[in-house]
């Protein structure tokens, strides 16, 4: 269990919990003095959870014994958590065994076929180490020849620190979104995989350039961003205004990302004349392919 991770998860989603979000009996009962901060209080979230005030509080102490199933359920329910982010409480509790490198199933026939089958449409597959594992023609003349990169190179990271202002940044309603939907998915997938070393090389990489990352990471918002809004500007194409959809696959670390257009907009339009004649797809079957923002 890692217990200093787990206390600093629970005071985060304490704290962003808004009293009016749970029973006023909870929150104001008689004598209660006035709050002075923002959030439950800790006797509020074990009250809610139905567990003893001082267990809840040596749990963000970093002081308790491994919590059960039960609690740990109650003590989502209590801070009203998502799916994702229970399944993160539970890593984070000792309750889910962590994952290992051969864990790692190859990339299915079914990912492949789907990849080739998009076409025109820009797509690529991306593992939990955020490394590029396969990508379709159209992705590489709209990003980059992923080919010609070494598979340390074609890691969404490293392409994001290596392309800064160069290919693409956040539209003016959506800064700093990719950094916090990297931060959750690092954060994911370090929890599932504690041992990895690469997934802490990355964090500090990533960290070293992007604030945004860091409150990120820092808030444990492990909550799925599944839509970017991106501003490319294309050798060819020219400026080009994007949606990047991140679809996770069933049963898998990987993750399905598109770029699409507006409907007869100027972007679509744009879109539709990407050559994808001389770009060269790759469908691997491996696992493994081995950030202003690159994609």
């Given at each position: 269990?890692?217990?200093s991770?787990?206390?600093d998860?629970?005071?985060?989603?304490?704290e962003?919990l808004?009293?009016?979000?749970?029973p006023v009996t909870v929150?104001?009962?008689?004598?209660r003095r006035?709050?002075?901060?923002?959030?439950?209080?800790?006797?509020?979230?074990?009250?809610?959870?139905?567990?003893?005030?001082?267990?809840?509080?040596?749990l963000?102490?970093?002081?308790?014994?491994?919590?059960?199933p039960?609690?740990?359920?109650?003590i989502?329910?209590?801070?009203?958590?998502?799916?994702?982010?229970?399944?993160?409480?539970a890593?984070?509790?000792?309750?889910?065994p962590p994952?290992?490198g051969t864990?790692r199933?190859?990339?299915?026939?079914?990912?492949?076929?789907?990849?080739?089958?998009?076409?025109?449409?820009?797509?690529?597959?991306?593992?939990e180490?955020?490394?590029i594992?396969?990508w379709?023609?159209?992705?590489?003349?709209?990003?980059?020849d992923?080919?010609?990169?070494?598979a340390?190179?074609?890691?969404i990271?490293?392409?994001?620190?290596?392309?800064?202002g160069?290919?693409?940044?956040a539209?003016?309603?959506?800064e700093?979104?990719f950094?916090?939907?990297?931060a959750?998915?690092?954060?994911?997938?370090?929890?599932?995989?504690?041992?990895?070393r690469v997934?802490?090389?990355?964090?500090d990489?990533?960290?070293a350039h992007?604030?945004?990352f860091?409150?990120?990471?820092r808030s444990?918002?492990?909550?799925?961003i599944?839509t970017?809004?991106?501003?490319?500007?294309?050798?060819t194409?020219?400026?080009l205004?994007?949606?990047?959809?991140?679809?996770l696959?069933?049963?898998?670390?990987?993750?399905?990302?598109?770029y699409t257009?507006?409907?007869?907009?100027?972007s679509?339009?744009?879109?539709?004349r990407?050559?994808?004649?001389?770009?060269?797809?790759?469908?691997?079957g491996?696992?493994?392919?081995?950030?202003?923002?690159p994609?």
């Amino acid at each position: 269990m890692s217990r200093s991770e787990l206390a600093d998860f629970l005071r985060r989603r304490r704290e962003a919990l808004r009293p009016d979000q749970v029973p006023v009996t909870v929150t104001h009962p008689p004598g209660r003095r006035a709050r002075r901060t923002p959030g439950l209080r800790r006797e509020e979230v074990a009250a809610l959870a139905g567990v003893s005030i001082s267990y809840y509080e040596r749990l963000e102490q970093a002081r308790a014994p491994r919590p059960s199933p039960q609690v740990l359920a109650a003590i989502g329910t209590a801070l009203r958590l998502t799916a994702a982010e229970r399944e993160y409480l539970a890593r984070l509790a000792g309750q889910v065994p962590p994952g290992t490198g051969t864990d790692r199933a190859p990339v299915s026939a079914d990912a492949r076929r789907l990849l080739d089958r998009l076409g025109p449409i820009p797509a690529y597959l991306v593992d939990e180490r955020q490394d590029i594992v396969a990508w379709n023609g159209a992705a590489a003349a709209l990003i980059t020849d992923f080919g010609v990169l070494s598979a340390e190179e074609r890691n969404i990271v490293r392409l994001s620190i290596r392309l800064n202002g160069v290919l693409c940044t956040a539209t003016a309603d959506a800064e700093g979104e990719f950094a916090r939907q990297t931060a959750a998915q690092l954060r994911t997938a370090g929890a599932r995989y504690p041992a990895e070393r690469v997934l802490a090389e990355l964090v500090d990489e990533f960290a070293a350039h992007s604030a945004d990352f860091v409150a990120g990471w820092r808030s444990h918002d492990v909550r799925p961003i599944p839509t970017l809004r991106k501003h490319l500007r294309h050798p060819t194409l020219g400026e080009l205004d994007l949606e990047c959809q991140t679809l996770l696959l069933p049963d898998t670390d990987v993750r399905l990302v598109i770029y699409t257009a507006e409907p007869d907009s100027p972007s679509a339009a744009a879109l539709a004349r990407l050559d994808i004649r001389d770009a060269r797809p790759h469908l691997t079957g491996g696992g493994r392919g081995q950030a202003e923002e690159p994609m």
